[in-house]
């Protein structure tokens, strides 16, 4: 079965700083991998998603993330992060069951 | 065009009771899905529809049930609460439900169960 793992649970960063976030899947086959970002009291949003081809996607907002086989990888960056970024982000892989499976979600703190 | 729209955005139930939560996906979507997030278990998947099939389902009691109408609207069940079912439940659709299909998700019910 699939899985995911962002390890980081919490990430503060400053505004117009750089923002990277690890996302490591578990699955047999290619993935379909996805970010997403909920802000709170919110449904998620669909960030960006990778199904194959070009190994760096981009996404909206500004986000972009890596797709990198050799160590089952799959993270997110943002050159320069915006107060509004502050968020929760979920990864997730999909592998044609219908569903997806979500990592834990890594809460990201803007500050000024 | 609309989002899913979710219904009702809030509600607070008692132990024993039992809950329906409805879901209208965009339109043209035939496939709906719903997960239940909790601070302690994250997101799981409850369970997929298409076409009024179900083609999926988590690992949930069966307390837990879901249905799909003709026109791709679901709704979810849950019978005698507990207040482990507290949880915020979102509903997802997407054209065919494969993983190649972008999912889109709504803002939630939140369910808060005393």
């Known amino acids: 079965a699939q899985s995911v793992t962002q390890p980081d649970i919490h990430i503060t960063v400053s505004e117009g700083a750089s923002l990277e976030l690890r996302c490591n899947y578990s699955y047999g086959a290619t993935p379909y991998l996805f970010w997403y970002v909920q802000s709170p009291g919110q449904g998620l949003q669909l960030l960006l998603k990778?199904?194959?081809?070009?190994?760096l996607v981009q996404g909206i907002k500004g986000f972009e993330a890596e797709f990198k086989r050799s160590q089952s990888s799959f993270n997110l960056r943002k050159p320069s992060v915006h107060w509004s970024d502050a968020a929760e982000y979920f990864c997730?892989?999909?592998?044609?069951?219908?569903?997806?499976?979500f990592g834990a979600g890594t809460t990201v703190t803007v500050r000024a | 065009k609309a989002g899913v729209t979710q219904t009702p955005r809030y509600l607070i139930k008692t132990r024993g009771q039992q809950v329906t939560l409805s879901c209208s996906p965009i339109s043209g979507h035939r496939s709906v899905s719903w997960y239940q997030q909790t601070p302690g278990q994250g997101l799981q998947f409850l369970f997929e529809y298409f076409s009024e099939t179900q083609r999926n389902k988590g690992n949930f009691p069966g307390r837990f049930s879901g249905r799909q109408f003709s026109n791709s609207r679901s709704e979810m069940n849950v019978s005698t609460l507990e207040l482990g079912d507290s949880a915020l439940y979102l509903c997802a659709s997407s054209f065919g439900g494969q993983s190649e299909n972008t999912i889109y998700f709504g803002e939630g019910s939140w369910l808060t169960v005393v």
């Open positions: 997730a892989v999909g592998a044609n069951d219908y569903k997806l499976s």
């Open positions: 990778y199904f194959s081809g070009d190994t």
